[in-house]
């Protein structure tokens, strides 16, 4: 009876956690090794910020494993003999496996950056659990608050906090000349507007040396002071890969089958994957996108037929939450503003949420 060995409850294993009666009629003993609760990304901003109650997006992952027949470990992977096929846990348990799959999400990369410990960091997404005690923290005068970073997660949050009555500026710090870089032109300025609009301070062409707990340093000696901070920079997978020697800062390399490209036994998915053929951003649709066909590749396996490959659509639907029912949807060069992406958005988070729920 092969043992199949899910590490992390990322959006792809919550897939086949949920249908792993179709693993177990197959022949496969399935375990799950993760933290008890996974925290969804598309209502992040807002439950961090206190738009939505703290566990708006969270999945007990015990529970939906409890429910679909799969052997629950809590906890993390620690280490991995991938010539013995042993994962070792964060309590020290020693798993053995015929087939592992790799599903752990990805960090919030600072390179060149000094960093204080102290700083918020927007993934692992539990970094933003203390958000709203610190800005509680700063009594009534009310917290001064830099994000670091002006992609999507920078923009939702800096965006979120401006509309807080307890936060009375927020600066939003980027080391290139745009914020929104990768949005639509149209959208981006209707998104600049927005945060003029609402007080947020924009540096640009900011390149920040030192995020400390109360100023940050930019490259040209600029500083800026704060309450709180929140680094918001671009996504890497995380550096356990590494030391697991499964990969490096891009990723566990994937074939196309979403295979190790060494190794037929190992699969990732997920923003810790780098999947060879194409970069994919690091967004969550591509997890759960991956979903089926890593539930496909297993039971095709087990009956030696030829395995599916992942084929990544060339765009993505993608609404930002803006805060005060504000969104911005993105669809390639189309974009629209407003109340009914959010009231979009909100309907499928809510749909995708409760499917693991139920
Ligand atoms: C603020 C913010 C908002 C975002 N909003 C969106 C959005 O609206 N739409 C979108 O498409 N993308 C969004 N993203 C990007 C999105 O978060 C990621 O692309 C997505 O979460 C990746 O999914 P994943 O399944 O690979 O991993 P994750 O969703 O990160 O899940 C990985 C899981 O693995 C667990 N884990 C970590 N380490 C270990 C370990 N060693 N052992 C076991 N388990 C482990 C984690 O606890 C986590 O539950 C946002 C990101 C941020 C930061």
């Not at 939505?52 to 629950?72: H, K, M, N, P, Y």
């Not at 697991?244 to 800062?249: A, I, Q, V, W, Y």
């Not at 994937?254 to 999947?275: E, M, P, S």
Request: aromatic share 6%; with cysteine.
């Amino acid at each position: 009876m092969p043992v199949l060995l899910l590490v992390g409850a990322g959006h792809a294993h919550l897939y086949v956690v949920k249908r792993a009666g179709e693993l177990a009629a197959a022949g496969y003993r399935v375990y799950l090794l993760a933290p008890r609760f996974f925290d969804y990304s598309g209502v992040a901003s807002a439950t961090a910020a206190g738009a939505l109650a703290s566990d708006a997006g969270q999945i007990d992952v015990r529970a939906l494993a409890g429910v679909s027949g799969v052997e629950f470990h809590e906890g993390t992977l620690e280490s991995l003999d991938p010539e013995a096929r042993i994962a070792v846990t964060s309590d020290g348990d020693h798993l053995s496996y015929d087939v592992l799959s790799i599903n752990i999400g990805s960090v919030v990369a600072p390179a060149g950056m000094h960093v204080d410990p102290v700083v918020l960091r927007v993934k692992p997404l539990s970094g933003l659990a203390d958000l709203d005690a610190r800005l509680r923290a700063s009594g009534q005068q009310g917290a001064t608050v830099t994000v670091v970073g002006g992609g999507a997660s920078g923009l939702e949050l800096a965006a979120h906090l401006s509309v807080r009555s307890d936060v009375v500026q927020v600066r939003l710090v980027e080391a290139g000349t745009l914020i929104g870089a990768d949005l639509p032109e149209g959208a981006r300025k209707r998104i600049v507007r927005l945060l003029a609009a609402r007080g947020v301070a924009v540096h640009t062409g900011c390149v920040v040396r030192d995020l400390g707990e109360r100023q940050l340093v930019c490259d040209d000696d600029t500083e800026i002071s704060h309450d709180v901070a929140l680094l918001a920079v671009g996504l890497t997978a995380p550096p356990l890969l590494v030391e697991l020697g499964l990969g490096d800062g891009r990723g566990v390399p994937v074939r196309a089958t979403l295979q190790h490209v060494d190794r037929d036994d190992i699969y990732a998915v997920g923003d810790c994957a780098r999947f060879l053929p194409g970069p994919l951003p690091r967004i969550g649709v591509h997890g759960v996108r991956q979903g089926p066909v890593l539930l496909r590749s297993l039971l095709m396996r087990v009956r030696g037929e030829p395995l599916p490959v992942y084929e990544p659509q060339r765009r993505a639907l993608s609404i930002l939450d803006l805060g005060d029912g504000a969104g911005l949807a993105v669809w390639g060069p189309r974009w629209w503003y407003g109340a009914g992406p959010l009231r979009l958005k909100r309907y499928i988070d809510r749909r995708w949420l409760r499917t693991y729920r139920e």
